[in-house]
């Protein structure tokens, strides 16, 4: 790509640049899953060794999309570093008191991953791999894109408390025309990008949302899942050829 940048970072960028124009917030953290499988007698281990790592994204006016994306990979190369800190150790020392009605430190989560194969035989034994809703999601919102050699492809999921399918239907066609506008003319601000995406944009950041669910105080544990009960997932997919 022209931008000197793997293709992760710039989905990042226009994933993040996105949430910054239907939020109004431009200094906020995305969190990546990252695999811990980093040493030898890792990669044959039963389990879920991966950790969220929070990358911090902000942005300053007439910042062009190059740019934003440039800084991206900058701040994703340093939050590598501490790619080993477990989520729960970061919580501890940044939050003070916990809010139970949000995830702490973050509310959106970005992966790109490889597509994992269909099918396959390992040690005797076919397996094939399918997906499945899991009815709730931990995150406000979350965008999972997988690659191949010749596609890309995911899904979103969403709390339907705070958004509709209409919603994220728009948010991704906003962030598909971004993404290839961004591409053609990355010295282009993030601002004209904002105000060309038009209607659907101004919809998606008009449009009222119901509250969070007020999960706040002390309870027994069936009872905040009761209260939460609003907060099921909704997903919606596509598919990008390149």
Not at 61 to 75: D, H, L, N, P
Not at 112 to 119: G, I, K
Not at 162 to 166: A, G, K, S, V
């Given at each position: 790509m022209r931008l000197g940048i793997t293709p992760f970072n710039v989905y990042l960028a226009a994933y993040a640049s996105l949430l910054m124009r239907f939020t109004g917030q431009q200094d906020f953290a995305v969190s990546v899953p990252v695999s811990l499988r980093n040493r030898p007698e890792l990669q044959t281990m039963a389990g879920c060794f991966v950790n969220m790592l929070p990358v911090r994204m902000s942005c300053t006016?007439?910042?062009?999309?190059?740019?934003?994306?440039?800084?991206?990979?900058?701040?994703m190369l340093g939050a590598l570093q501490h790619a080993d800190t477990p989520f729960e150790q970061l919580v501890a020392r940044l939050v003070s008191e916990r809010d139970l009605a949000c995830t702490?430190?973050?509310?959106?989560?970005?992966?790109?991953?490889?597509?994992?194969?269909?099918?396959?035989?390992?040690?005797?034994m076919r397996w094939r791999f399918s997906e499945f809703a899991l009815g709730n999601s931990a995150y406000d919102i979350s965008l999972e894109l997988n690659y191949s050699n010749e596609d890309v492809s995911g899904w979103m999921d969403y709390s339907r408390a705070?958004?509709?399918?209409?919603w994220v239907e728009r948010f991704v066609g906003c962030f598909l025309r971004l993404l290839a506008s961004g591409l053609e003319a990355p010295d282009t601000p993030l601002l004209i990008w904002h105000c060309w995406m038009g209607q659907s944009a101004t919809r998606c950041c008009t449009s009222s949302t119901p509250r969070r669910p007020n999960i706040r105080g002390q309870a027994l544990i069936h009872e905040l899942f009761e209260r939460a009960g609003g907060t099921h997932t909704g997903s919606a997919g596509g598919a990008v050829r390149g």
């Open positions: 006016q007439g910042t062009s999309f190059g740019t934003f994306a440039q800084s991206v990979s900058e701040r702490p430190v973050f509310q959106n989560v970005f992966s790109f991953e490889r597509a994992p194969e269909s099918q396959g035989e390992t040690a005797g705070l958004f509709d399918r209409d």
